[in-house]
């Protein structure tokens, strides 16, 4: 950065005079109740969506960046389920994928076992409508996440466990092919995304005095 020593760390990021001008993220609290995460926090482990969302959020007449219309030409996105459909299912609870993945499989599987149809459930819905299972450890306090669980030494190669859902997971995610088309967010949703976009220098401090381009006037003129 032209303001800063080089770091190699996210505490505090949100405060870097590049960055004060950005609503901080936060974790969407629409996903669920039971993850509490101060802003601060979250804002700050995330700091390269800070980082990219000023870039997005910027103009450079200067360098010829136009950030919105690089967001909305050059990627795609999809919505969160895409990545924590098993956080998603289970609340965020690292303990109920645990014994999901835990929990014994025999073939054929004993759809007459409620517990067997509920991992099989968990399991099948897992790989077959996401595009990744990203097991995140480092900032989510309660509940514990499955990643943490699995660290445990009593809970060694429990993820890779014979004769387990763990292992038929592994297995469905090597062999197995998804048969659903990928559905990226609409160019409408991404454009809604930015809610304000800046005229200014790639490493200009950007204040109250900063030029505004309003997102409508771009949208407009957007191909």
Known sequence: MAHHPPKTFT?????????????????????????????????????QFTAAGRLFALVDPSIGWDGPRF???????????????????????????FTHLSRPRNEPVD?????????????????GNSLIIKLSQGLIPEPIPLAKIWNRPENESADIAPGTWAEYLRWGSVH???????????KEAKAALLKRVWTAGVHEIIDETTPVLLENVWLNGCT
């Not at 909305?72 to 919505?79: K, T, V």
């Open 176 to 186: 197995l092919d998804q048969g659903r088309p990928l559905a990226p967010i609409s």
């Open 71 to 97: 967001f909305q030409e050059n990627l795609m996105l999809f919505n969160m389920d895409e990545m924590f459909i098993q956080n998603f299912i289970t609340d965020w609870s690292g303990e109920v994928q």
């Open 11 to 47: 505490p505090h990021s949100r405060l870097d005079p590049l960055f004060t001008h950005l609503t901080p993220f936060a974790f969407p609290s629409s996903t669920s109740s039971s993850v509490k995460i101060p802003v601060e926090a979250f804002a700050d482990y995330v700091a």
């Open 111 to 127: 759809h007459a076992d409620p517990d067997q149809l509920a991992s099989q459930e968990f399991v099948e819905t897992c790989p």
